[in-house]
T-cell receptor, first 113, second 113 residues
Framework: DGGITQSPKYLFRKEGQNVTLSCEQN?????MYWYRQDPGQGLRLIYY???????QKGDIAEGYSVSREKKESFPLTVTSAQKNPTAFYLC????????????FGPGTRLTVT | AQSVSQHNHHVILSEAASLELGCNYS??????LFWYVQYPGQHLQLLLK??????LVKGIKGFEAEFIKSKFSFNLRKPSVQWSDTAEYFC???????????FGKGTLLTVNP
């Protein structure tokens, strides 16, 4: 089955700890994205990557970091510098070179206490 | 900065009622427009999209949307809703060749049987 997998589905961490969220896709898409979803806020872009070894900050990148060492993988690290890390995190991917839609993973709900 | 406005935060309808969800965007250049839906406990998935051509686009499950360039609008419609349409609906805009999607804050639709 082609698609995007995110693990784990639920993640709990203590304040002050960094945590890495996994995102893997087997759609052969060049572009990958990380969004944060909060109730009543829609989806806000954290980081995106159009090609391996390259990525750009989105609208709310502060307190987050990413890497793109492989085409299939785009992990997101939520650092202790992120002031409000508790949220639902969505990973997406798309083709490039045209007006292609993005495909979304099932999401990871992160709770930091 | 580009913004996407969805006029209604929560819409409550009875089965068989007609639906129209508003979406307006602020960018005046070439845009690609999307409606995504998030059913309870499921992935965000594409309902329909507009890239070019006929401004009336049809999507899955009987949904359609009309692009009105002069009004910067892309409203979603369905003539007769079902209980299974209960979900959160997001309008999204992609500007020109930019890969970024800007999402509205979402409209929660509740359909009562």
């Amino acid at each position: 089955d082609g698609g995007i997998t995110q693990s784990p589905k639920y993640l709990f961490r203590k304040e002050g700890q960094n945590v890495t969220l996994s995102c893997e896709q087997n759609l052969n898409h060049d572009a990958m994205y990380w969004y944060r979803q909060d109730p009543g806020q829609g989806l806000r872009l954290i980081y995106y990557s159009q090609i391996v070894n390259d990525f750009q900050k989105g609208d709310i990148a502060e307190g987050y970091s990413v890497s793109r060492e492989k085409k299939e993988s785009f992990p997101l690290t939520v650092t202790s510098a992120q002031k409000n890390p508790t949220a639902f995190y969505l990973c997406a991917s798309s083709l490039t070179g045209g007006p292609y839609e993005q495909y979304f993973g099932p999401g990871t709900r992160l709770t930091v206490t | 900065a580009q913004s996407v406005s969805q006029h209604n935060h929560h819409v409550i309808l009875s089965e068989a009622a007609s639906l129209e969800l508003g979406c307006n965007y602020s960018y005046g250049g070439t845009v690609n427009l999307f409606w995504y839906v998030q059913y309870p406990g499921q992935h965000l998935q594409l309902l329909l999209k507009y890239f070019s051509g006929d401004p009336l686009v049809k999507g899955i499950k009987g949904f359609e949307a009309e692009f009105i360039k002069s009004k910067f609008s892309f409203n979603l419609r369905k003539p007769s809703v079902q209980w299974s349409d209960t979900a959160e609906y997001f309008c999204a805009v992609k500007r020109g060749s930019n890969y970024k999607l800007t999402f509205g804050k979402g409209t929660l639709l509740t359909v009562n049987p």
